[in-house]
């Protein structure tokens, strides 16, 4: 198994989690707030899949795929916007459909993908962040994202387990 086969795998671990988070959620259930203040299915969903698209998209010198789904969303952020520090209001307006937040996920998925599969040992060395210290390579960066994205997605299938049944 290499390096690239690894990250593909991961990937797709979020993907599945995702599909099976929102399948079969109406839009209120996606919207379901534990407790009136914790984070909805929809916004985490949605979130992971921002940080997704925007970092993979900056790891491989691409554009992101959001500003084509944007206007889909109908959400009052600017188009850079990834969740990153929403409070509460903000969380309570993403309201949207499980279709199209799979729909969004699916696109992310696949750009990701189609990168990673040709990542090589070397190239997770690369430095794609050097805002940091240490500055960050594309190995890092990867793993980070894996990393927040199983977090919310877990989150996600958690909130999903507190909804009452239908």
Request: proline share 4%; net charge negative; hydrophobic share 45%.
């Amino acid at each position: 198994m290499t390096s690239a086969d690894v990250l593909v795998d991961a990937f797709g671990r979020i993907k599945g989690i995702v599909h099976q988070t929102v399948d079969g959620l109406s839009e209120d259930q996606l919207a379901h707030r534990p407790g009136g203040e914790a984070n909805s299915i929809a916004w985490l969903v949605w979130h992971l899949t921002r940080i997704q698209d925007d970092h993979v998209a900056d790891a491989a010198g691409t554009e992101q795929v959001w500003p084509k789904w944007a206007d889909r969303f109908g959400l009052p952020f600017d188009v850079g916007d990834t969740g990153y520090g929403h409070d509460s209001a903000a969380v309570a307006v993403v309201r949207v459909s499980a279709e199209l937040l799979a729909g969004y996920h699916d696109e992310v998925h696949e750009r990701t993908v189609e990168y990673v599969s040709a990542v090589t040992d070397t190239d997770l060395a690369r430095v794609v962040d050097e805002r940091w210290d240490p500055p960050v390579t594309l190995g890092v960066r990867l793993v980070s994202v894996v990393s927040d994205d199983l977090q919310h997605a877990g989150q996600a299938a958690f909130v999903r387990g507190l909804l009452p049944p239908r």
